[in-house]
Protein backbone atom coordinates (compact mmCIF):
# COMPACT_ATOMS: atom_id res chain seq x y z
CA UNK A 1 0.00 0.00 0.00
CA UNK A 2 1.17 3.45 -1.31
CA UNK A 3 2.11 6.04 2.13
CA UNK A 4 -0.75 8.12 2.30
CA UNK A 5 1.60 11.46 2.87
CA UNK A 6 3.53 10.92 -0.59
CA UNK A 7 0.01 10.63 -2.25
CA UNK A 8 -0.62 13.78 -5.04
CA UNK A 9 -3.88 15.52 -4.62
CA UNK A 10 -5.99 14.82 -7.28
CA UNK A 11 -7.31 17.77 -7.74
CA UNK A 12 -4.84 19.86 -7.73
CA UNK A 13 -1.58 17.64 -9.23
CA UNK A 14 1.22 20.23 -8.01
CA UNK A 15 0.45 19.88 -4.42
CA UNK A 16 0.61 17.34 -1.79
CA UNK A 17 -2.34 15.45 -0.06
CA UNK A 18 -3.18 16.84 3.44
CA UNK A 19 -2.37 15.61 6.62
CA UNK A 20 -4.61 12.15 7.87
CA UNK A 21 -7.00 13.24 10.06
CA UNK A 22 -6.38 11.89 13.72
CA UNK A 23 -8.60 9.67 15.61
CA UNK A 24 -9.61 11.49 19.22
CA UNK A 25 -7.61 9.69 21.30
CA UNK A 26 -4.87 10.22 19.38
CA UNK A 27 -2.11 13.22 19.67
CA UNK A 28 1.16 14.55 17.69
CA UNK A 29 4.41 14.76 19.54
CA UNK A 30 6.48 17.72 17.65
CA UNK A 31 10.14 16.24 17.86
CA UNK A 32 12.81 18.86 17.89
CA UNK A 33 14.47 20.22 15.15
CA UNK A 34 18.60 18.83 14.79
CA UNK A 35 21.05 21.01 14.52
CA UNK A 36 24.57 20.57 13.75
CA UNK A 37 27.39 21.39 16.75
CA UNK A 38 28.47 24.85 16.65
CA UNK A 39 32.00 25.30 14.89
CA UNK A 40 34.94 27.39 16.69
CA UNK A 41 34.57 31.09 16.15
CA UNK A 42 37.83 31.56 14.43
CA UNK A 43 36.91 28.69 12.11
CA UNK A 44 36.42 29.09 8.74
CA UNK A 45 33.06 26.91 8.56
CA UNK A 46 30.14 28.92 8.22
CA UNK A 47 28.79 30.08 10.68
CA UNK A 48 24.86 29.04 12.00
CA UNK A 49 22.90 30.68 14.39
CA UNK A 50 19.44 29.31 15.50
CA UNK A 51 17.21 31.79 16.98
CA UNK A 52 14.17 30.70 19.49
CA UNK A 53 11.07 32.84 20.57
CA UNK A 54 12.86 33.78 23.50
CA UNK A 55 16.41 34.29 22.41
CA UNK A 56 17.80 37.55 24.00
CA UNK A 57 18.23 40.67 21.56
CA UNK A 58 21.38 42.43 22.79
CA UNK A 59 23.52 39.11 23.54
CA UNK A 60 22.56 38.13 19.98
CA UNK A 61 23.26 41.17 18.41
CA UNK A 62 26.56 40.90 20.46
CA UNK A 63 27.64 37.20 19.64
CA UNK A 64 26.54 37.83 15.60
CA UNK A 65 29.31 41.59 15.93
CA UNK A 66 31.73 39.59 17.57
CA UNK A 67 32.11 36.76 14.54
CA UNK A 68 31.97 39.41 11.98
CA UNK A 69 34.84 40.85 13.67
CA UNK A 70 36.28 37.15 13.86
CA UNK A 71 35.61 37.04 9.88
CA UNK A 72 37.25 40.34 9.15
CA UNK A 73 40.34 39.42 11.53
CA UNK A 74 40.97 36.06 9.19
CA UNK A 75 40.33 37.87 5.96
CA UNK A 76 43.16 40.52 6.53
CA UNK A 77 45.33 38.03 8.35
CA UNK A 78 47.18 36.79 5.46
CA UNK A 79 47.91 40.59 4.21
CA UNK A 80 51.26 41.96 4.96
CA UNK A 81 51.64 45.70 4.95
CA UNK A 82 55.76 45.01 4.37
CA UNK A 83 57.46 44.18 1.16
CA UNK A 84 58.23 45.88 -2.21
CA UNK A 85 54.47 46.61 -3.84
CA UNK A 86 53.23 49.98 -3.30
CA UNK A 87 50.47 50.85 -0.68
CA UNK A 88 48.09 51.03 -3.25
CA UNK A 89 48.49 47.64 -4.81
CA UNK A 90 48.22 46.51 -0.65
CA UNK A 91 45.51 48.20 -0.26
CA UNK A 92 43.62 46.48 -2.96
CA UNK A 93 45.07 43.14 -2.59
CA UNK A 94 43.26 43.71 1.60
CA UNK A 95 40.03 44.82 -0.67
CA UNK A 96 40.08 41.54 -2.58
CA UNK A 97 40.54 39.40 0.31
CA UNK A 98 38.05 41.16 2.35
CA UNK A 99 35.51 40.86 -0.42
CA UNK A 100 35.07 36.96 0.14
CA UNK A 101 31.20 37.12 1.28
CA UNK A 102 31.83 35.20 4.32
CA UNK A 103 28.57 35.43 6.09
CA UNK A 104 26.60 34.57 9.64
CA UNK A 105 23.54 32.69 8.79
CA UNK A 106 20.76 32.71 11.11
CA UNK A 107 17.60 30.67 11.07
CA UNK A 108 14.33 30.73 12.51
CA UNK A 109 11.09 28.49 11.76
CA UNK A 110 7.91 29.18 13.20
CA UNK A 111 7.17 32.27 15.91
CA UNK A 112 10.68 33.06 15.83
CA UNK A 113 10.27 34.15 12.37
CA UNK A 114 8.89 37.52 13.86
CA UNK A 115 12.38 37.80 16.29
CA UNK A 116 14.40 37.32 13.09
CA UNK A 117 13.54 39.80 10.91
CA UNK A 118 13.53 42.36 14.03
CA UNK A 119 17.41 40.88 13.57
CA UNK A 120 17.55 41.48 10.00
CA UNK A 121 15.67 44.67 10.23
CA UNK A 122 18.51 45.86 13.17
CA UNK A 123 21.25 44.81 11.19
CA UNK A 124 19.92 46.09 7.46
CA UNK A 125 20.25 49.70 9.45
CA UNK A 126 23.90 49.44 10.39
CA UNK A 127 26.05 51.14 7.65
CA UNK A 128 28.88 48.22 7.16
CA UNK A 129 26.66 45.60 6.62
CA UNK A 130 24.99 43.96 4.21
CA UNK A 131 21.54 41.54 5.15
CA UNK A 132 20.33 38.70 2.73
CA UNK A 133 16.94 37.31 3.77
CA UNK A 134 16.06 33.93 2.28
CA UNK A 135 12.58 31.50 2.86
CA UNK A 136 11.89 28.29 2.43
CA UNK A 137 9.97 25.26 4.16
CA UNK A 138 11.08 22.38 5.87
CA UNK A 139 9.89 18.86 5.79
CA UNK A 140 9.93 17.53 9.85
CA UNK A 141 8.58 14.45 11.09
CA UNK A 142 6.09 14.22 14.22
CA UNK A 143 5.24 11.59 16.40
CA UNK A 144 2.02 9.94 17.00
CA UNK A 145 0.90 8.52 19.87
CA UNK A 146 -2.12 7.21 20.99
CA UNK A 147 -3.67 7.77 24.47
CA UNK A 148 -5.27 4.19 25.87
CA UNK A 149 -8.87 5.34 27.04
CA UNK A 150 -11.84 3.33 27.91
CA UNK A 151 -13.85 2.73 24.91
CA UNK A 152 -17.68 2.40 24.72
CA UNK A 153 -19.49 -0.65 22.92
CA UNK A 154 -20.61 1.57 19.67
CA UNK A 155 -17.36 2.46 17.78
CA UNK A 156 -15.22 0.11 19.25
CA UNK A 157 -14.89 -2.23 15.78
CA UNK A 158 -14.33 0.45 13.47
CA UNK A 159 -12.11 2.74 16.44
CA UNK A 160 -9.58 -0.37 16.44
CA UNK A 161 -9.50 -0.55 12.55
CA UNK A 162 -8.95 3.30 12.57
CA UNK A 163 -5.81 2.55 15.03
CA UNK A 164 -4.00 -0.07 13.04
CA UNK A 165 -4.31 2.30 9.91
CA UNK A 166 -2.88 4.71 11.96
CA UNK A 167 1.34 5.32 11.27
CA UNK A 168 3.70 6.29 13.91
CA UNK A 169 5.02 9.17 12.62
CA UNK A 170 3.93 12.18 9.71
CA UNK A 171 6.33 14.35 8.26
CA UNK A 172 4.90 18.28 7.88
CA UNK A 173 6.23 20.92 6.38
CA UNK A 174 6.95 24.71 7.94
CA UNK A 175 8.13 27.88 6.81
CA UNK A 176 11.85 28.24 7.75
CA UNK A 177 13.48 32.07 7.20
CA UNK A 178 17.45 32.35 6.70
CA UNK A 179 19.40 35.55 7.20
CA UNK A 180 22.53 35.99 6.49
CA UNK A 181 24.73 38.80 7.27
CA UNK A 182 27.98 39.90 6.04
CA UNK A 183 30.71 42.90 5.85
CA UNK A 184 30.33 44.90 2.58
Known amino acids: ?3 PQKLKNENNPGKEAKLLRLPKNARIEKRPLLHPAIPSPLSTQQKVIYIS ?3 A ?3 SVKRIRKLLS ?3 KRS ?3 VSLLGLENDGAKLAKLKRQVGRNEE ?3 KATGRAIEKLLNFALYFQGQPDLQVRIRTGSLAV ?3 ISIREATQGRAGSATNNMELEELPETQVR ?3 ILEVGVSLR
Open 141 to 143: VDD
Open 70 to 72: NID
Open 53 to 55: SNT
Open 104 to 106: IIM
Open 57 to 59: FVP
Open 173 to 175: KTS
Open 1 to 3: MED
Open 76 to 78: TKD
